[in-house]
Each structure stands twice: as C-alpha cells, then as structure tokens.
C-alpha cells in the first residue's frame, strides 16, 4: 500500500479536517473544573462518534473522574497504541484572549496561519493529526496498514488520577507493540523531533522551626536562632561551586549521553545567547562542565522555587520568625531514584541544623525519569519518515519536563513510547491566545501517514 495517495488525500480534504478540529474545540473541556464535567464527557463522546466513522469500535468508558475513550481498529502486526487527551487548562484570565478560547477560528498571522483556540495545540490539534491520517488511510486503501488501539484521557490536565488504575484494570486491552504519544513538540519549524528522554521529578518541601513563637529582634536578636538564616544558609550548601549538587549519592545512576546523541545535539546549532537572550540573560548557569542542551535535557538538577517566612509586608516589622519553609524541586535522569534522593535531602538538611532548629519535610514524592530504547527499529523508521516530509532530517532529543503517561505505560503495560509533535514555542499552551500553527496541524497529518506506513515495513 503506497502512502502517496494518502498524502494527497490529507491536502484536499484539508478544509474538512480543519472544521472537524474546529467542532472538537468548541466543547470547553476543562478537565480541573467540576462545572466542565459534562462537557468533558461531550468531548469524549464526539471522539468516540469519530473513530467509529473510521470503522472503529470504540467506547467512552467511564472512570471516577473524566471518561477514557478506547477505539480498536485493523489487525495483525505491528500494534500500536496512540494516546493523546482531550482535556484542556482552564482560560483565565479571560481578558487576556483576544477571541472567546472556545469559538476557534484561522487567524493569519505573520508566521502563517494559526488555529486559534483552548486546546488547538495542547493537545486536541496534536491529537487529531493523528485521527486525520488514519482516515485519510482508510479512505485511499480501505484499511490502515498497522492495527491501532486509540488510548485518549481527559484528566491529563488535572494530574491524571484515574490514569493507573485504569491502566491496571485493562493492561492487555491496551497493551501493544509500542506507543505513540503526541503532546510534544518540534525541534524548530524545520525540525522535527522525536522526544527520547524525560527527566523525572522530585518535590520537597523543607519547614524550618526554632522558637516556639515569633520573637522580638530587639530582646532575643543576637541570642535566639533565626530560622531564615538558617534556611537560606542551607539552601546554599545544595550546590558547589561548578554548580554539582551536593546531595550524597546524588549522581548515582545518571548516565553518560552517548556520542551519537551529543553528535546529533551538536549539529542542532543550539543558539544559548539566544535562547537566554529572550529572558534577559547572557550567562548560563550550572554545571559549567557540560554543553547547554545537556543541561536542559540529559542532566539532574536542584531548583529552590520558593520560599517563606518572616514579615514581608508593607513596613517594617524587626521580627524572628519562629519558621520558615522552601520548595525545592529535582529534576532527575537515568536511574535516579526519587526515594533515595528524598533521604539524602533529609539527610544533608539534618546535619546543618544547629541547636533548637527542627525541619520538617511534608512533601518528598517523585517519578523516576524516562529514557526510550532508541535501538528499537521504530525509532529509526519513524525518524526516516519524518526527514522525509519536513525540511529538516528529524532529531532524537531531551525533554526538561516530564509525560508521566510515557512512563507508566513502560511500568504498568510493559510498553516502549515514541513520543512525536508537532508543537511550537510560541503556541501559548496552558496561556492566554493559545493557536497551533496550520501547517503543523496538516503537515503533522501527513507526517503520522507516513509513520504507520514505515511502521507497517519496520
Ligand atoms: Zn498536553
């Protein structure tokens, strides 16, 4: 089966599969607000109406919280599962958007023409580049080259609750020979990527505790321990001088990137000055000894992202605080282990505390980072079949943030993810005026058709 036909079919019937997106958009599933709830079930069932227009069979299956939408269709060898959600942010404020979030339109701007509404690009776009060419596959040859289960959430946006569980409860349902995840982006708009690696996550939270109650500078200043110092003295031992975290054991189970990788990053011509140039930078911070992507993709880090304590008001107020608190945050790759790294960052904070001085630590979960088997022949099918149809040959690269789904699937389902978008930078997900570029949406489409096609010989 050629994919040529295919490919022309995605261009003519663009404008259909554009008022199809339009349709899906227009339902404000908002997953986090329990007024949406029935829109989000509306969304659900619109999926469901879709994929048996492909000659699916596919159900919204209820959960706790959001329905899932489970399609089938084809047989045989390979099986792949495709995930996206249907979900979206909520759209405050409101203000900020140039049009209604959920009455989308084609806006031309001068980067080309956008879709212009909640979810365009994050993820209802992503996920119906996938749908569009499925259908144009079928309507060319009849069938898809490869059987396909459709896996779509609609709690990714509320922290996925009912995602394990269900999981569990139909593992051999949806267990297949890879998945596709599309919720990420490209490398640039010449550039597309498939996502190999996902640094994990840590959380902590550190309270600090002295007096029983808030003194007086001037009757116990000099005398009593001030817990902000201390606090602030700590957070300053998390690193070194060459910006290495300090935490014992910290660095057990991070890996080299290999070569091949490194070569490829290298050849991306990553634009650092510009990169932190856009946020009113010009020096890279952390570990000096490693190439920017590197930091930001492939290795560990340590973040306070907040902290409290003491009077902050308009004023003065010469107060010791009886506490004080920080959020600190890990980013995590390899084999780090979130509970280990948890214990030695109770550890290191209990040997600074001096006299009278308690901590507390309410948070310390985490997930472990992801790190796809690139040596599969999918990865390198798919990446042909990408070069193919953008500019630019298509890059393996890192991610900063996490997609739990990729590794629960890889932890519940025994599966390997391939995670491929077609996202930009500048579509504003989970903000004001969010778009997704028409070319991404289209050439997108055309990308997975060639996919499944390479997927069918790999
Ligand atoms: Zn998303």
């Given amino acids: 089966m050629s994919v040529d036909p295919v490919l022309a079919r995605l261009d003519a019937d663009l404008p259909q599969a554009l008022d199809r997106l339009m349709a899906l958009l227009r339902i404000p599933s908002i997953s986090t607000d329990p007024a949406y709830a029935g829109d989000c079930a509306r969304a659900a069932d619109w999926l469901v109406e879709d994929l048996k227009g492909l000659g699916a069979t596919a159900e919204s299956r209820p959960t706790p919280g959001h329905p899932m939408v489970v399609g ?84 990714e946006e509320s922290g996925s609750p009912s995602l394990i569980p269900f999981l569990n409860a139909h593992a051999a349902e949806l267990k297949a020979d890879i998945a596709l995840i599309c919720d990420t982006g490209m490398y640039d708009r010449r550039t597309p990527s ?181 040596s599969r022949p999918e990865f390198e099918a798919a990446r042909a079949a990408l070069s193919d149809e953008w500019p630019n040959p298509a890059v393996f690269v890192g991610a900063g943030g996490s997609i739990p789904v990729a590794g629960c699937f890889r932890e519940l389902l025994g599966m390997e993810s391939m995670l491929i978008g077609f996202a930009h930078d500048d579509d504003a997900i989970h903000s004001p005026n969010e778009k997704y570029d028409v070319t991404s949406f289209h050439k997108g489409a055309r990308s997975w058709a060639r996919i499944l096609g390479a997927l069918a010989r790999a």
């Fill in 72 to 155: 089938h269709i084809g047989e045989g060898r390979p099986h792949l599962l495709f995930y996206g959600h249907y979900d979206v942010q909520p759209v405050d404020p409101l203000t900020l958007w140039h049009r209604d979030p959920f009455d989308p339109a084609i806006e031309k701007t001068d980067r080309g023409e956008v879709i212009r509404a909640r979810g365009a690009s994050d993820d209802k776009g992503q996920l119906m580049t996938f749908v569009e060419a499925c259908r144009a596959w079928i309507a060319e040859h009849g069938e898809l080259p490869c059987r396909i289960t459709f896996f779509f959430e609609g709690e």
């Fill in 194 to 374: 498939i996502t190999t690696q996902l640094r994990g996550m840590l959380r902590e939270e550190v309270v600090i505790r002295a007096a029983s109650r808030d003194l007086h500078s001037g009757f116990y200043g000099g005398l009593a321990a001030n817990p902000i110092q201390v606090l602030a003295r700590i957070l300053g031992t998390l690193h070194d001088e060459t910006g290495r975290v300090t935490l014992e054991g910290f660095y057990d189970g991070v890996p080299d990137t290999p070569q091949e990788v490194l070569e490829q990053w290298a050849g991306l011509g990553f634009d650092a000055a510009g990169f932190l140039g856009r946020v009113g930078l010009s020096h890279g911070a952390g570990e000096q000894d490693r190439t920017p992507l590197e930091r930001i993709w492939a290795r560990p880090t340590a973040e306070v992202n907040g902290i409290e304590g003491g009077y902050t008001g308009a004023g003065f107020k010469t107060v010791l605080p009886a506490e004080a608190r920080a959020k600190v945050s890990f980013r995590l790759v390899g084999t780090q282990d979130p509970e280990a790294i948890h214990r030695a960052f109770v550890a290191h904070v209990e040997r600074h505390l001096p006299p009278d001085v308690t901590a507390e630590f309410p948070l310390g979960d985490g997930a472990p980072a992801t790190r796809m088997d690139i």
